[in-house]
């Protein structure tokens, strides 16, 4: 099992450019979920998908945000233009029904 | 607003000695879960209790649930080096949805010196 696998793991881009972040979750798992953590807010949930299908949105900060989850082993997170304050550590996140989260190592974007 | 927060914020113990760590909450829940996280890596799920449980024990850790206060408390005994991480508490609320959400907390940074 190798776990759930997130790229790039560093993400360096200028202000206005787009950024796409990757997922791709452990087999099995219905569930994925994406969390962005930084000092100021903590972990916050973006969106999570169900059987590839998402479910709440209600998360994602604003129009420029879009995730995209078109089969049950990848998911994308893009950012369309990139602003500096989107800068933070991006996570996945899988599990089975029921269960606990088993998450990525992370994607730290940083936007100048 | 997140719905779980954790007390204290920073904790520095010596090796061998305990830890605790305590999360309160605001809302009913499902479940609460304690999570660790090693600088720059994902969380790792330690321990999850239901809400009908009080106490639940995994190795070097027990963690007690009181819902009358909406607290939790995590405890590590004999410490070691390698605990040094953040910890954060996860609360998964009882949603009309179709599946129930986590929620973290601000996370406890934990510092045991050798």
């Known amino acids: 099992d190798a776990g759930v696998i997130q790229s790039p793991r560093h993400e360096v881009t200028e202000m206005g450019q787009e950024v796409t972040l990757r997922c791709k979750p452990i087999s099995g798992h219905d569930y994925l979920f994406w969390y962005r953590q930084t000092m100021m807010r903590g972990l916050e949930l973006l969106i999570y998908f169900n059987n590839n299908v998402p479910i709440d949105d209600s998360g994602m900060p604003e129009d420029r945000f879009s995730a995209k989850m078109p089969n049950a082993s990848f998911s994308t997170l893009k950012i369309q233009p990139s602003e500096p304050r989107d800068s933070a550590v991006y996570f996945c996140?899988?599990?089975?029904?029921?269960?606990?989260?088993?998450f990525g190592n992370g994607t730290r974007l940083t936007v100048t | 607003s997140q719905q779980g927060e954790e007390d204290p914020q920073a904790l520095s113990i010596q090796e061998g000695e305990n830890a605790t760590m305590n999360c309160s909450y605001k809302t009913s829940i499902n479940n609460l879960q304690w999570y660790r996280q090693n600088s720059g890596r994902g969380l790792v799920h330690l321990i999850l209790?239901?809400?009908?449980?009080r106490e639940k024990h995994s190795g070097r850790l027990r963690v007690t649930l009181d819902t009358s206060k909406k607290s939790s408390s995590l405890l590590i005994t004999a410490s070691r080096a390698a605990d040094t991480a953040s910890y954060f508490c996860?609360?998964?609320?009882?949603?009309?949805?179709?599946?129930?959400?986590?929620?973290f907390g601000s996370g406890t940074q934990l510092t045991v010196l050798p």
């Open positions: 996860a609360t998964a609320l009882i949603s009309s949805g179709s599946a129930r959400q986590l929620t």
């Open positions: 209790i239901r809400s009908n449980e």
């Open positions: 996140a899988s599990r089975p029904s029921n269960s606990p989260l088993h």
